[in-house]
Every structure is written in structure tokens, then in C-alpha cells.
């Protein structure tokens, strides 16, 4: 299994990008949940948000609400992140994730809590 994460970059403070998350091997992609999490330097884990395996749930940690959407396309076994309105304190290494048990965990704990993990995608928020 493979989670291929990409669309990372540095923008702007209030810019936008928006991450994918492909997957590979998976014997069914919709079995699953899949998270975005990301990791700041010196800092813990952190969650951004979470979407069911059919696409219908999803949760947010409060400092992505109303600025980032996750959205997944299960023909494509891909997941997807639209980072809005962005800021420095956006700044990290975002990792997609995936589970087949649904948990909360927004803070703490390591990418091995997942089922899967990738690679990362480096967001950087700079003027």
C-alpha cells in the first residue's frame, strides 16, 4: 500500500493550494477513512481533518474550519485537501493517512497510529 501526497509549495500568507493524496495497493480505497494530519517543526502531530470512506463525513480541527475542505473521489482513490486563506502558522509537512477504524485523535500520538501513511508534502507560508 501506497499514499503518493503532492501539491505542496511555498505561497503566499492568504494564498491557496491544494493538496492530493493518491493511493495504490489498497484492496478497496472506499473501506477507508483518510485523514490529513501535519507535523510542524519541534511540534507534535497534529490533526486537520478527517473524511469518511464514502465521502458523506467529515470533521475539522478548529483552526481549519472554515478555510480548508477535504473531499475524496473513491473512483480516482484519491483524497484531496484545499488549503484557503492561509497562514505562516499553517507552515508544516502534511501527511495523508488513512484507517479503517474512524478515531479522533487531534493532537499527539505518531503516523503509525494509522493504517497507512505517505510520505508528506511540504506547505510553506512566507512573504
Known amino acids: 500500500v501506497q499514499l503518493q501526497a503532492s501539491g505542496g509549495g511555498l505561497v503566499q500568507p492568504g494564498g491557496s493550494l491544494r493538496l492530493s493524496c493518491v493511493a495504490s495497493?489498497?484492496?478497496?480505497?472506499?473501506?477507508?477513512?483518510m485523514y490529513w494530519v501535519r507535523q510542524a517543526p519541534g511540534k507534535e502531530l497534529e490533526r486537520v481533518s478527517d473524511i469518511s470512506s464514502g465521502g458523506l463525513v467529515t470533521f475539522y480541527e478548529d483552526y481549519a474550519k472554515g478555510r480548508f475542505t477535504i473531499s475524496r473521489d473513491n473512483d480516482k482513490n484519491t483524497v484531496y485537501l484545499q488549503l484557503n486563506d492561509l497562514k505562516p502558522e499553517d507552515t508544516a509537512l502534511y501527511y495523508c493517512?488513512?484507517?479503517?477504524?474512524?478515531?479522533?485523535?487531534?493532537?499527539?500520538?505518531?503516523?503509525?497510529?494509522?493504517?497507512?501513511w505517505g510520505q508528506g508534502t511540504q506547505v510553506t507560508v512566507s512573504s
Open positions: 495497493g489498497f484492496t478497496l480505497f472506499s473501506d477507508y477513512w
Open positions: 493517512a488513512s484507517s479503517r477504524v474512524h478515531f479522533r485523535r487531534p493532537r499527539g500520538g505518531a503516523l503509525s497510529d494509522y493504517d497507512y
